[in-house]
C-alpha cells in the first residue's frame, strides 16, 4: 500500500510485523488480522495529508504476537530494511510491546553502519479502538523516521525517543510503557520534537552490513535468595554458547557455599560465555567490587556493565553468529558497539 507519488517528499517504509497496534477483536481475544492494518490506516486523516511524509507499508507474514518473535523474524525484519535500504529515508517497525526491546536490540547489532532511523513503535490499545495510543505513537513515529536525525535504532511510544538496546518495557497496561533507565531519552515529543543532539549516536560513514543471526543456544539466570545453584549445574554445560547472569545490584550473587563458582568455572572452559548483568534497571555492575561478585570474575564471567539483559541476550546472539573465537566474544561483550553499553 501507498500513501501518493510525490518524488520530492521524503519517503518511509512501515514494516508491520503483528502486536497490539494492528490487532483485530475476535471471539478469541485480539490476534493479527492479514490486511487489517491497511484498511485502518486509510481512516486516518493525518497519514494522508499533504504535508505527511510519504509511505509506504510491508506486511510481514505471518502477522505475530510479539511473543512469537525469534531469530527467524529478527533476520526477516533486518533483511527488509537491508534491501529496501536506499529506497527510504527512514524506517517505521509495527512490533508488539511485549519483546519490542529485544527486537530493537538485536537490530542494532544486525545492521552494522546504519545510517538511518529505525523506529520501532507499537501500541498498548489497537488502533482500530476508542483511546488508541497507536495513533500518536505510529504518526509520530514517521515523522521521526523521515527528519533524520537519530540514525539509529529507536523506539518511540508515548512522546519518548529512546535508544532501542537500552529501552525496556516497563509497565503492562500503562501508556507509558517503555523507558531507558539507564540512558537519556534522545528526544522528547511535545509542541516540537525535541531532540537530545548529545545523546544521539554519531554519523557513520561506509556502507550498511546486514548480519543475520544464528540459533544460538542462550539461557538466560536470575538469581533469588536461597537459589540452590546445582539445580543448573546440568544446563550450565558446552550446550549454552552464552549465559547471561542476572545478579543483585552491582553484580553479586548468593555465595551458596561455593556451589556456583565451580559451576561457572565448568561452563567457561566449556566454551560458554557469561556475561553479568544486574536486576537493578539502573546503575552498572561493578565486578570485584564486592566479594560477592570478585569470584565471578576469577571464573571467568565477564561484566554487561550497565546493559539490559534484552541488549545482552542479543548481542550473544549477534556476536556467536559472527564465527569469531570466544575470547574475542568476551572482550567484545564489554565494549559497545551500537551504544548500549557504558564502557
Ligand atoms: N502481546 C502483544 C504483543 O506483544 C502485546 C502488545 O502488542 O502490546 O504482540
Not at 167 to 173: G, I, L, V
Not at 235 to 258: D, H, Q, R, Y
Not at 267 to 288: N, R
Request: a negative charge; proline letters at 4%.
Amino acid at each position: 500500500m501507498s500513501a501518493n507519488n510525490s518524488n520530492d517528499k521524503k519517503r518511509v517504509l512501515i514494516i508491520h510485523t503483528g502486536g497490539t497496534i494492528g490487532m483485530k477483536k475476535t471471539e478469541n481475544g485480539y490476534t493479527p488480522a492479514p490486511g487489517y492494518l491497511s484498511d485502518e490506516l486509510r481512516t486516518i486523516p493525518d497519514l494522508n495529508r499533504a504535508d505527511f511524509p510519504l509511505w509506504d507499508l510491508y506486511e510481514m507474514s505471518p502477522l505475530l504476537d510479539s511473543s512469537n518473535v525469534s531469530v527467524d523474524e529478527w533476520n526477516a525484519i533486518g533483511k527488509v530494511i537491508y534491501e529496501n535500504y536506499s529506497e527510504y529515508s527512514g524506517f517505521v517497525i509495527l512490533h508488539g510491546t511485549d519483546t519490542m526491546s529485544y527486537t530493537a536490540s538485536a537490530l542494532s547489532f544486525m545492521l552494522e553502519g546504519l545510517d538511518k532511523p529505525v523506529i520501532l513503535t507499537g501500541s498498548q490499545i489497537p488502533l482500530s479502538e476508542l483511546r488508541s495510543d497507536g495513533r500518536d505513537n505510529l504518526i509520530t513515529s514517521i515523522m521521526i523516521a523521515s527528519e533524520g536525525v537519530a540514525r539509529e535504532v529507536c523506539l518511540y511510544f508515548s512522546a519518548r525517543l529512546l535508544r532501542g538496546n537500552r529501552s525496556m518495557k516497563m509497565s503492562a497496561d500503562g501508556l507509558v510503557a517503555f523507558d531507558s533507565p539507564g540512558y537519556p531519552h534522545l528526544a522528547e515529543a511535545g509542541i516540537n520534537v525535541k531532540y537530545n543532539y548529545a545523546a544521539i549516536l554519531g554519523r557513520l560513514e561506509g556502507k550498511i552490513s546486514y548480519h543475520p543471526f544464528a540459533k544460538v543456544p542462550i539461557g538466560v539466570l536470575k538469581v533469588f535468595p536461597g537459589i540452590q545453584f546445582g539445580l543448573f549445574e546440568d544446563i550450565m554445560t558446552e550446550k549454552l554458547s552464552g549465559i547471561v547472569l542476572e545478579t543483585f545490584g552491582a553484580g553479586n550473587i548468593p555465595m551458596g557455599n561455593g556451589a556456583l563458582l565451580p559451576i561457572i568455572k565448568k561452563a567457561f572452559a566449556a566454551g560458554a560465555v557469561i556475561t553479568v548483568c544486574s536486576q537493578c534497571p539502573s546503575g552498572t555492575v561493578a565486578l570485584g567490587a564486592y566479594e560477592t561478585s570478585s569470584q565471578l570474575k576469577s571464573a571467568g564471567a565477564v561484566s554487561g556493565r550497565d546493559m539490559t539483559t534484552e541488549a545482552a541476550v542479543a548481542k550473544l546472539y549477534y556476536l556467536f553468529s559472527l564465527g569469531i573465537t570466544d575470547a574475542e566474544i568476551k572482550c567484545l561483550m564489554e565494549k559497545s558497539i551500537a551504544g548500549e553499553l557504558t564502557e
